[in-house]
């Protein structure tokens, strides 16, 4: 793996020209041909496995042209203080309305609320549902537009109107996420390297990569229905990703130019080390998105193979591009210093040369292959030598002072047990709170109260029950019954003497007059624990509802939908647990060659990912500093967010464990003691994976700047648990268990050695058996490459 991706650096550095314009190429045909495509899809609601979704496809096949997922509107009328909805004028106001909103476009049917229980008790309150012959993505700008109007007139004739419901477009703020984290990833580079060139490189890269990735998406998005949350994930992780792979390679190749070699060497070492440590990287972020698909949820599948789209994009590009953009600047990614000594150097000898004449130029040139003094026999110092870097007539130097990383790993070395229990005991108690985890679908509950559909929730729970906006839809199906209509008004009766039911709606039948529909609304909201256990005993009632009516029925409805797919996703964490886990923990065996070192970076993100379930359910649940992070409104966590945080902080948390110990593993291997293997792992490797982990918190802290609660919780929840696992796991956790195990960390039983292809990602091979190529000009080909 290391010989071939050296040569593969090398072969991008001196082809550097064919390689930036094939990735030119390629962004300019993926981007013709997203912005050539049709809009994408919206996002699949279908979860197949699940008894709301099994009723909802029951409801379209007996009730044809009447879509259970059809787009809704349900407009709420609050009448002025002190008078009621009831009266003349405001009656006049509502009547008005519904009569303007059913004449409108695509708009099925709109309901009086006079008509029906659509009055509060107190009658200061009342609500229109508007229905549309068409879904929620298909509902046009006119008719938007249209009920837009209708509102307005009601609110000039003095009633407080608010809206809410699929039809409706949010109007909530997108916020600037990726600017942010583009920004913060500048000013941290710049401050880390020292150059404007180093600081822009992975930048540049990184913004090719998800260029290519989203214009691809957008490309692709028709044809396989990859909705625009495919593209949002896919644009978080792409950005991430791509900073940091692109910084290790450039980090890496700045080692290698302060070791003295040229820079097309130093590029192809960079690539056969770094990259190595990129590829396999990669390759346990890929596992944990593509393992997505075993969960069963389609949605799910096509947002975790878009976002491994994009990762595997961003290791191409560091493989190639970075090398290539190297060749170009192979100076400017070096820090003023180590350019201002270069150069000093080089003029230095071209002096010597022949005080800077064209003619001294040329006998300089042909002395330089030899590396002798022109006059003199004495041969000056190789290229690459510790006296050619420093000018030192003996090659040595002083010894550079010791960094805070190699300070802070002899400081957890010397004391491993008090920092191993210590990250243990913080992190486990972090991990408390996830122990009151509540899983739920937050809706128009958990917007901000500047948005008209969390102010029409508001109005309806306030005036008819908590339970009004959350109505748990009943599907009957009595083609079994003698008599259908007694079998389902004794249905009907079974659920609404249930405890917790507030009312049952009239039922509706299909043509037939054997399948009905009927409305319960609960007592209590839809994010409750209550409700979820009312569910649960309607379904409960079910065996014994059958067997005295002869009918069978199925709940569902938003709510019910929440309440199943949340259950649904918490029954299939262990088995994805199980299978990123397994397969990772099986790469892992085959990078670092150890049983133990994997075994340690699982436990590790164990400990990470419970943290940061427990800060988000301390957060956004039980509401501690929820101000703080613009937090307006607590509920259950996002059903779909521990598998989110489980799959993508394990793939980040193995780019830290990769990046770290991989320069641990290549210090042992290359002679040095355990102990002072890690100590070289961290003189090398803490300031990158630092900085890369900071550019990651500031690119998902960024997308809590807008006002969607579910993309504020993504981000606050991939951001702690980035700084669990880089800072505390990675940086303390790590270093305290390798010390304890000492060169028991790197044992592999002997028969799994024999059996295990050897990857070298270490680059052993590298130092044992690559071409020096130091002395050959960097306008000359390479002999090597004539093997690639």
Do not use: C
Not at 405 to 417: D, N, Q, T
Request: proline residues 6%; glycine residues 12%.
């Amino acid at each position: 793996m290391a010989t071939f991706l050296y040569r593969l650096g090398r072969l991008a550095f001196r082809r550097r020209l064919p390689v930036v314009l094939l990735w030119a190429a390629v962004l300019a045909v993926v981007g013709m041909g997203g912005l050539s495509a049709s809009d994408p899809p919206e996002d699949s609601t279908s979860m197949p496995g699940i008894e709301a979704q099994h009723a909802f496809d029951l409801i379209d096949e007996r009730f044809p042209g009447a879509a259970a997922d059809g787009a809704d509107a349900r407009v709420v009328f609050v009448a002025p203080a002190g008078e009621k909805i009831t009266g003349a004028q405001n009656r006049a106001a509502v009547d008005a309305f519904v009569a303007d909103i059913a004449e409108a476009p695509q708009v099925a049917g709109a309901v009086d609320p006079f008509d029906g229980p659509g009055v509060s008790d107190n009658g200061t309150t009342a609500y229109a549902t508007v229905t549309y012959e068409v879904t929620e993505d298909e509902v046009s700008g006119a008719a938007r537009t249209a009920l837009d109007d209708a509102i307005d007139e009601a609110r000039d004739a003095g009633l407080t109107v608010e809206a809410g419901g699929s039809a409706l477009e949010s109007s909530v703020s997108a916020g600037i996420g990726e600017v942010i984290g583009i920004a913060v990833a500048a000013v941290v580079l710049l401050i880390t390297f020292g150059s404007l060139a180093a600081a822009g490189l992975p930048l540049i890269t990184a913004l090719v990569g998800i260029g290519v990735s989203m214009f691809a998406i957008l490309a692709l998005g028709s044809a396989l229905g990859l909705s625009s949350t495919v593209g949002e994930l896919a644009m978080m992780l792409g950005i991430a990703v791509g900073i940091d792979y692109s910084l290790f390679v450039v980090s890496r190749y700045r080692e290698e130019r302060a070791a003295g070699h040229e820079p097309r060497e130093a590029a192809g070492r960079a690539a056969g080390t770094a990259g190595s440590a990129v590829v396999f990287a990669g390759l346990t972020v890929v596992i944990a998105l593509a393992g997505l698909a075993v969960i069963g949820v389609p949605m799910l599948t096509k947002m975790g193979l878009g976002a491994a789209g994009a990762v595997l994009v961003g290791v191409l590009v560091a493989l190639t591009l970075v090398p290539a953009l190297l060749g170009w600047w192979p100076d400017a990614v070096l820090s003023r210093g180590a350019r201002g000594a270069r150069g000093a150097r080089r003029l230095s000898r071209d002096g010597a040369d022949g005080g800077g004449s064209g003619a001294g130029w040329r006998v300089g040139r042909r002395w330089r292959a030899g590396r002798t003094s022109p006059g003199s026999r004495t041969p000056l110092p190789a290229r690459g030598s510790a006296a050619d870097v420093t000018g030192s007539p003996d090659g040595t130097s002083p010894p550079a002072p010791a960094t805070l990383g190699v300070r802070w790993a002899r400081f957890v070395l010397s004391r491993p047990v008090p920092v191993l229990l210590a990250t243990v005991a913080g992190l486990g108690i972090l991990a408390v709170p996830a122990t009151d985890l509540r899983l739920g679908m937050p809706g128009d509950e958990a917007k901000p109260t500047s948005t008209t559909e969390r102010r029409a929730y508001d109005a309806l729970a306030e005036g008819f029950g908590p339970g009004f906006n959350g109505p748990l839809t009943v599907v009957v199906d009595a083609r079994g019954a003698d008599d259908p209509e007694a079998a389902v008004a004794g249905v009907a009766e079974t659920i609404g003497g249930t405890d917790g039911v507030v009312s049952v709606s009239p039922p509706r039948f299909d043509e037939p007059g054997e399948t009905a529909v009927l409305s319960a609304t609960p007592a209590t909201a839809p994010t409750s624990e209550r409700t979820k256990d009312l569910v649960h005993d309607i379904r409960g009632q079910r065996p014994a509802t059958e067997a005295a009516t002869g009918a069978t029925y199925e709940v569902t409805g938003t709510t019910a939908l929440n309440i199943d797919v949340g259950q649904k996703l918490q029954d299939a964490l262990i088995p994805y647990l199980a299978t990123i886990i397994g397969l990772a923990f099986l790469l892992l065996v085959l990078v670092f060659r150890s049983v133990l070192v994997p075994l340690k970076a699982a436990l590790g993100f164990l400990l990470s990912v419970l943290a940061a379930l427990g800060a988000v359910v301390t957060v956004f649940q039980q509401g501690h500093l929820a101000g703080l992070f613009g937090v307006e409104q607590t509920g259950p966590v996002m059903s779909m967010m521990p598998i989110f945080l489980v799959g993508i902080v394990f793939g980040l948390a193995m780019d830290y464990q990769v990046f770290l110990v991989s320069r641990m593993r290549e210090a042992y291997v290359h002679g040095e003691d355990a102990r002072e293997a890690v100590v070289s792992g961290f003189r090398h490797s803490a300031r990158v994976v630092a900085v890369a982990a900071v550019i990651m918190m500031a690119v998902f802290a960024g997308f809590m700047t807008g006002g969607e609660q579910v993309i504020k919780m993504i981000g606050f929840g991939l951001a702690v648990a980035v700084f669990f696992d880089a800072v505390v796991v990675r940086m303390a956790f790590v270093p305290a268990v390798l010390a304890l195990l000492g060169k028991r960390a790197w044992w592999l039983p002997r028969p799994l050695d024999r059996l295990l292809p050897r990857v070298d990602v270490e680059g052993e091979a590298l130092g044992r058996g690559a071409p020096d190529l130091r002395k050959v000009p960097d306008d000359e080909p390479d002999q090597d490459l004539t093997r690639v």
